[in-house]
């Protein structure tokens, strides 16, 4: 049992907007810490996908946007692509201590 | 330009203990606010952190696991290594180390090593 909560899978067709939520409590996300997010391709290990709740690293497509709002936050990934097919996976901090959503499973249609 | 990259052992059987080891380049763990964590990742689950080492030597580590992990670096071999006592089948997993500063994400990560727990 993760402590930030994530859908398991979401999907989209090309072209589309998909969102995914990474919800937290009052100890983690609620107390002010930030938010990355990794993505994972298929047999491959984590990238990060964006730092710090909003920020992308250099290289990162603009169709990839983080927000985060109290104990929650989200993935939003527009104009999608056969490319973003892969698990997501949400980050933040608890007591200090490092903490992992469950991960999403993003199938693009 | 950081590059990392794990290494140990492929399987090893129940009640052992694991050591891996987590050989970097392109920064230095002597250097302010850099730190190592380690990841790991059972085959077709979510992430799991593990245990961080910051440049200053303060560590941390994952609360179910505190007691049977230890966490320690090299500096002078840029490298990290990783123990993990009593080893179970559930400790079956792809174990990643990765790059990060104080409070920023892991920015760049390791391959990953698969390590198989079996008699």
């Known amino acids: 049992q993760s402590v930030l909560t994530q859908p398991p899978s979401v999907s989209g067709a090309p072209g589309q907007r998909v969102t995914i939520s990474c919800t937290g409590s009052s100890s983690n996300i609620g107390a002010g810490y930030d938010v990355h997010w990794y993505q994972q391709l298929p047999g491959t290990a984590p990238k990060l996908l964006i730092y710090d709740n909003i920020n992308r690293p250099s290289g990162v497509p603009d169709r990839f946007s983080g927000s985060k709002s109290g104990s929650s936050a989200s993935l939003a990934i527009t104009g999608l692509q056969a490319v973003d097919e892969a698990d997501y996976y949400c980050?933040?901090?608890?007591?200090?201590?490092?903490?992992f959503g469950g991960g999403t499973k993003l199938t693009v249609l | 330009q950081i590059t990392l990259k794990e290494s140990g052992p492929t399987l090893v059987k129940p009640t052992q203990t694991l050591t891996l080891t987590c050989t970097f380049s392109?920064?230095?763990?002597?250097?302010?606010?850099?730190?190592v964590g380690w990841i790991r990742q059972p085959p077709g689950k979510a992430l799991e952190w593990l245990a961080l080492i910051y440049w200053d030597d303060d560590k941390s580590y994952t609360p179910s696991l505190r007691t049977r992990l230890t966490i320690t670096k090299d500096t002078s071999k840029n490298q990290v290594v990783l123990t993990l006592t009593n080893m179970d089948p559930v400790d079956t997993a792809t174990y990643y180390c990765a790059h990060r500063r104080t409070y920023s994400p892991f920015d760049m990560w390791g391959q990953g090593t698969m390590v198989t727990v079996s008699s």
């Open positions: 980050q933040s901090y608890d007591s200090s201590l490092v903490v």
């Open positions: 392109g920064f230095s763990l002597s250097t302010s606010g850099v730190g």
